[in-house]
């Protein structure tokens, strides 16, 4: 079972729809949790970081973290075309000195116009 | 405040041959973070400096890559010799120090091997 599972997709939306991408993961020491979002050919860009469990809303965005079911969340509210791209989410330990992050493979998601 | 740089964007080699890329960090920036991304998967950390110094390279496949970070600022990673595998983005990020600080990433090198 690899650390961080992500569903690839393709997701394909209509403009105005609500999303909801997930991932989950098997290490509980995990307690960062981010999205990133990746246009094609660029670099990722953090989208969302939340500590431990709970929600963290920012505009159309929503993560939740549920470390119970070792379960994360993002939702996209009235999705727009320029929505389109892959999202990864990534966690990491805190403390371990390097923290480094785990990414998931990333989700493909379309908006339709 | 600029990004991080990187260059060159495209390269395309034989196996066997050498390839180097070059990382310029956002300015203050004390930790640098090399990144494989293989086509259809998530950035895999190859290497991560803080300052000039290496803080984790253990998923570096050290017969064939080398990277170096001197001074503290600039970075370049190297691969020699190239096998068909090593096809993928590389991408750098930065961040403030270590720990939990956003890490910011570069564009990324693609790098087809032939």
């Known amino acids: 079972q690899k650390e961080v599972e992500q569903d690839p997709g393709p997701l394909s939306v209509p403009e105005g729809a609500i999303v909801s991408l997930n991932c989950t993961y098997s290490?509980?020491?995990?307690?960062?949790f981010m999205w990133y979002r990746q246009y094609s050919r660029k670099g990722p860009e953090l989208l969302m970081y939340?500590?431990?469990?709970g929600n963290k809303e920012d505009g159309r965005f929503t993560a939740q973290v549920d470390k119970s079911s070792k379960y994360i969340s993002l939702f996209i509210r009235d999705s727009q075309p320029s929505d389109s791209a892959t999202y990864l989410c990534?966690?990491?330990?805190?403390?371990?000195?390097?923290?480094?992050?785990?990414f998931g493979k990333g989700t493909r998601l379309s908006v339709i116009a | 405040e600029a990004g991080v740089a990187q260059s060159p964007r495209y390269k395309i080699i034989e196996k066997r041959q050498s390839v180097a890329f070059w990382c310029n960090p956002i300015?203050?920036?004390?930790?640098l973070y090399w990144y494989q991304q293989i086509l259809g998967q998530g950035p895999k950390l190859l290497i991560q400096f803080q300052n000039n110094g290496v803080v984790d390279d253990s998923q570096l496949p050290k017969d064939r890559f080398s990277a170096e970070r001197l001074k503290g600022v600039d970075s370049t990673l190297k691969i020699q010799p190239a096998k068909l595998e090593d096809s993928a983005v590389y991408l750098c990020?930065?961040?403030?120090?270590?720990?939990?600080?956003?890490?910011?990433f570069g564009p990324g090198t693609r790098l087809t091997v032939l």
């Open positions: 290490n509980s020491a995990f307690q960062y």
């Open positions: 939340t500590y431990s469990s």
């Open positions: 990534a966690m990491s330990v805190p403390n371990s000195g390097n923290t480094p992050l785990v």
């Open positions: 300015s203050g920036h004390a930790t």
């Open positions: 990020a930065s961040s403030l120090a270590r720990g939990t600080d956003t890490q910011y």
